[in-house]
């Protein structure tokens, strides 16, 4: 297979088969699972759900916090007929790493948790009988993981696992497992950029395919209608009276793309395309050459018991709130979502900054604590950082793109969140990233990254490659906060006034103060909802008084589960929604604002 990153639609020439369900499942607590051949098949097993997150499904703490290998086993049919035909094993993602073996022969092997990956399994399946599916997974993260983190190992052989960031590190199959049922030759992949001139949409196309069979597209409109077609592997479609993809109304085309031999359909895929525009000039963001800003949050994966596992049932949750909150907007902090998330948010018009997993990159365990102490860090001096590290976040941010490419919904990526930016060899680092990814993406979105407080205007050495400078900022949270708040307001203004003499627009990415739902207190005290009310009032004060700020998008979404600790409540309690996804009064205050934006 050439490549795993187009999303397993199905066709009248394609089928899909969904894996999910409950999986055999077996904690590998010594580490001996490979050398006991566990491969071939588990016994003494329990059972699992996928997709889910392992880690909060079980009773005991060893095997939520268990680092290491965990297996999987699930069987299946492949049927007779599917023999003349390529039968792809696909999985949408396995946090951290995977190797898969199918009726005990390796068949695939993944690092990286979000991304899509897999095999053809003609060779090593079984057709017209039982196959055995094991898989395992590993969640061990270090200083070139991406994200980076540290396994801590005991006396007693236990080990424990510290991420450099603030989020739980749930582990297991994240996404789907499907069997994709492909013809003999099919199209392996499907780029598209697109344009409009006056009232003339344009969709400029390019497709691979295993064999230089006769190609032929069609461009259908929501209704069904053919509105442009071309034959060959690139062309340019010109569609007339266009109806172009917007924030708010993501009206979608299809391009039907056919493989033929002779005239006979081969292989079809169905490809929807938004026709939009994204640019920045100057200091604004433009959307279809009209200004864009910015209303919604940075988000996580994440619910109860199911973790990191991807829930459609949350995702539609997530999308009707972001709608009754008068949100337009999302980052995926801090990592790709799950493929379903960028369909959705291209038919419901969400705009979406996609984010790599590059988390962590500043040597401090759950980076938040960093900021404010003005603790010296020394990630970016270490060799292996310049090295690995960079690798394998070069790895992310190609994969991210080849997967995340032809969505209308994703207007801007961003490479990384608060690495420590301030320190000297940051620089070199960052200008490799940044021109890297520039390359990488036919669309040319924006790029940006994510500034950490202790990189101020002035002391950052990354923010010079960003078209958009994207800040996290807690002014009246980690610093001057509680009975100080009216104190941060000034501090706030002088920075942003300095990130304004550079010119580009500025996005507020974060901002926000823990709250935990159903603290009331007259007059506020932090952690309270009154408090988290007047805190997002002042920093509003601050927005509005900024030129250059092109969006804000509030910490978080919803609250959410990070490892345990002094400063986290069962986890990070920063949401404008609980984890249950219900309003804080915080909800009611961004809705009112939102309306009038
Ligand atoms: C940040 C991080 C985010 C944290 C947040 C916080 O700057 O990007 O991952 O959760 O601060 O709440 O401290």
Not at 38 to 52: A, F, I, T
Not at 71 to 79: D, H
Not at 286 to 311: A, M, P, T, V
Request: charged share 30%; hydrophobic share 35%.
């Amino acid at each position: 297979m050439e490549s795993q990153f187009l999303y397993p639609a199905e066709s009248s020439t394609r089928q899909v088969v969904d894996l999910s369900g409950i999986w055999k499942f077996k904690v590998d607590y010594e580490g001996k699972g490979r050398k006991e051949g566990w491969q071939n098949g588990l016994d003494n097993y329990s059972e699992v759900p996928v997709p889910s997150s392992y880690n909060d499904l079980f009773t005991d703490k060893d095997i939520r916090e268990h680092v290491g290998d965990v297996w999987y086993q699930t069987e299946f049919y492949l049927a007779e007929e599917w023999q003349h035909k390529n039968v792809n094993l696909r999985f949408g993602s396995a946090t951290h790493r995977a190797e898969v073996w199918l009726n005990g022969e390796k068949i695939a092997e993944h690092e990286g948790g979000y991304m899509p990956f897999g095999a053809i399994i003609n060779e090593a399946g079984n057709f017209g009988q039982k196959n055995t599916l094991v898989v395992v997974v590993n969640n061990e993260l270090d200083l070139t993981t991406i994200p980076t983190g540290q396994v801590k190992e005991y006396d007693n052989g236990k080990k424990r696992l510290f991420p450099y960031f603030d989020f739980y590190n749930y582990a297991g199959i994240h996404s789907a497992v499907k069997l994709q049922i492909l013809p003999k030759d099919y199209i392996y992949d499907i780029t598209t950029v697109t344009d409009y001139d006056g009232s003339t949409g344009l969709v400029e196309y390019e497709i691979e395919s295993s064999s230089d069979l006769e190609i032929k597209v069609e461009l259908k409109d929501a209704a069904g209608n053919i509105v442009a077609e071309a034959t060959g592997a690139k062309a340019k479609l010109e569609v007339e009276d266009v109806k172009l993809w917007q924030p708010g109304e993501g009206y979608l085309y299809q391009l039907e793309v056919n493989l033929l031999n002779d005239g006979d359909l081969v292989d079809n895929y169905p490809l929807p395309v938004g026709i939009r525009t994204v640019e920045v000039k100057g200091n604004r963001f433009l959307i279809n050459g009209e200004q864009f800003y910015f209303k919604g949050f940075g988000k996580h994966q994440d619910s109860e018991i199911n973790g990191r596992g991807f829930d459609p049932a949350v995702m539609i949750r997530d999308a009707e709130l972001l709608d009754w909150i008068n949100a337009n907007s999302v980052r995926t902090s801090h990592y790709p979502y799950d493929e379903e998330f960028y369909r959705m948010c291209d038919r419901r018009g969400v705009v979406v900054i996609d984010e790599t997993p590059a988390v962590g990159l500043f040597d401090m365990n759950m980076n938040f604590l960093a900021a404010g102490t003005g603790k010296k860090s020394d990630f970016f001096d270490k060799e292996i950082v310049h090295q690995e590290t960079k690798e394998n976040h070069k790895r992310e941010i190609e994969r991210l793109i080849k997967r995340d490419k032809n969505h209308a919904s994703v207007v801007m990526w961003c490479l990384a969140n608060e690495p420590d930016s301030a320190q000297e060899r940051a620089e070199e680092y960052f200008k490799d990233i940044f021109s890297f990814a520039r390359g990488l993406d036919p669309q040319e979105r924006p790029l940006t990254f994510t500034n950490i407080m202790t990189a101020p205007y002035g002391k950052c050495k990354a923010a010079q490659f960003a078209d958009v400078i994207s800040l996290n900022r807690y002014y009246g949270w980690y610093i001057i906060g509680g009975s100080e708040l009216e104190y941060a307001q000034k501090d706030f203004e002088e920075e942003l006034a300095g990130w304004e003499k550079e010119g580009k627009p500025i996005l507020m990415t974060e901002y926000g103060a823990d709250t935990k739902a159903g603290i009331h207190k007259l007059p506020s005290v932090q952690w309270s909802e009154e408090y988290q009310n007047e805190y997002l009032e002042l920093q509003h004060k601050v927005f509005d008084n900024c030129d250059s700020l092109v969006g804000e998008q509030m910490w978080n979404f919803a609250d959410f589960q990070t490892v345990e600790g002094i400063l986290r409540v069962n986890g990070n309690k920063k949401g404008a929604f609980t984890r249950d996804r219900q309003p804080k009064m915080a909800a009611h205050l961004l809705r009112k604002r939102w309306s009038k934006i």
